[in-house]
């Protein structure tokens, strides 16, 4: 039973290496950008919300989320916004990944008690991983835009 689930999923990464070679994941990986850049805007919305967009600088992520998901969906039904616009919205989509990463650990020291209570402010303060799904998903647009297309 366990060879037949190795043998199953060894099939699955044949498939999906086949789809790389032949260009057919270049659209998939457009279309799961803009579902990820939009889920991703969402969450982003709520949690935000929830500190009262106390800094404006919180409204960044929540503005690229729908931007990411128009070029994501652009890039599955056009090669030139794959290789034009998606590239550009992923870059600022990682680049405020990371910016979020930093301000997250700013606004972790801030906490009272600062870095000496690291383990206490981690948990409570802002989470400093969340920042890093947003840069995920900017990679990922990235990651389609370098992929070649079916038909070339």
Do not use: C
């Not at 366990?2 to 789809?19: K, M, P, T, W």
């Not at 982003?44 to 729908?66: C, T």
């Not at 998606?86 to 990682?94: A, R, T, Y």
Request: aromatic content about 6%; charged content about 15%.
């Amino acid at each position: 039973m366990a060879a037949a689930a190795v043998a199953e999923a060894a099939h699955g990464i044949d498939v999906l290496v086949r789809n790389i070679e032949t260009g057919r994941f270049e659209r998939s990986l457009s279309g799961l950008t803009a579902i990820g850049a939009a889920i991703t805007a969402a969450e982003i919305y709520l949690e935000h919300d929830r500190a009262s967009f106390g800094n404006n600088m919180m409204w960044i992520p929540v503005v690229l989320g729908p931007v990411g998901f128009a070029a994501g969906i652009a890039g599955v039904f056009s090669k030139r916004a794959a290789k034009t616009v998606l590239p550009l919205v992923s870059l600022g989509i990682v680049a405020n990944g990371l910016q979020g990463t930093v301000l997250h650990l700013r606004g972790i020291a801030q906490r009272p008690g600062g870095l000496a209570l690291g383990k206490y402010n981690f948990e409570m303060g802002p989470p400093v991983l969340a920042p890093m799904l947003m840069t995920m998903v900017g990679g990922m647009g990235l990651l389609a835009a370098i992929l070649r297309r079916e038909g070339e």
